[in-house]
């Protein structure tokens, strides 16, 4: 079965700071990777995704993510944080059709603190 | 840009009521979803629904839970008998096709009381 694992509950920063969240998953199958923020009191936006192709994926607001085949990961970083990244992080997998199942597998998630 | 939509924003009920949780998908998908979070907690896959039947359950979607897509653009989730552990944020969630990406709604708050 698939999992998530988001070692991090919480990381705070500064501003212009650069940050990595860190994800790691475990599965069977080939994955596909995504990163959705959750800001206070709104439902979950994609950043970004990993299907196939380029290890490195860039998302919006400056986000990137590489995915990791050999070590497992799909860290989540950005080089420089602005007061209104704060929000919480949620890595997810899915195994798609050569899994059997298309559902997104979620990690606990990562509250961003971005401290001016 | 299209977005899901869901209402109401905030229910609370007494434990074992009914409850209709409804969600508007993006017109053109195909593939419908509804995951929960209960509080402090991660989110949860509950149900995958295509073609107008059920795709994949989790465990956690047993026989109080029920969802339907009465007409071309309303997919709904049922509770039948709340219990106090369905209190939690429910997300619905569509995409065009398996593995392309699911769009989520804002959530319904439901709380049990």
């Known amino acids: 079965a698939q999992s998530v694992t988001q070692l991090d509950s919480q990381v705070p920063v500064f501003e212009e700071a650069p940050v990595e969240l860190r994800c790691n998953y475990s599965s069977s199958v080939s994955v596909y990777l995504f990163w959705y923020v959750q800001y206070p009191n709104q439902g979950l936006q994609l950043l970004l995704k990993?299907?196939?192709?380029?290890?490195l994926v860039k998302g919006i607001n400056g986000f990137e993510a590489e995915f990791n085949k050999s070590q497992t990961s799909f860290h989540l970083r950005k080089p420089s944080v602005h007061i209104s990244d704060t929000a919480e992080y949620f890595c997810a997998v899915s195994e798609g059709a050569q899994g059997g199942s298309e559902k997104l597998v979620f990690g606990k998630g990562t509250k961003l603190t971005v401290n001016p | 840009e299209p977005e899901v939509t869901q209402t109401p924003s905030h229910q609370v009920t007494q434990m074992g009521q009914e409850v209709i949780l409804r969600c508007v998908p993006i017109s053109n998908h195909l593939y419908f979803y509804w995951y929960r979070q209960i509080l402090g907690q991660k989110v949860e896959f509950l149900v995958s629904f295509y073609n107008n039947e059920i795709s994949e359950k989790s465990e956690i979607f047993d026989d109080q839970f029920s969802v339907e897509r009465p007409d071309g653009s309303n997919f709904t989730l049922k509770i039948r008998s709340t219990k106090l552990e369905d209190s939690a944020m429910y997300f619905c969630a569509s995409s065009l096709g398996p593995i392309l990406t699911q769009y989520f709604g804002p959530g319904t708050r439901l709380l049990v009381l």
């Open positions: 990993y299907l196939s192709g380029s290890t």
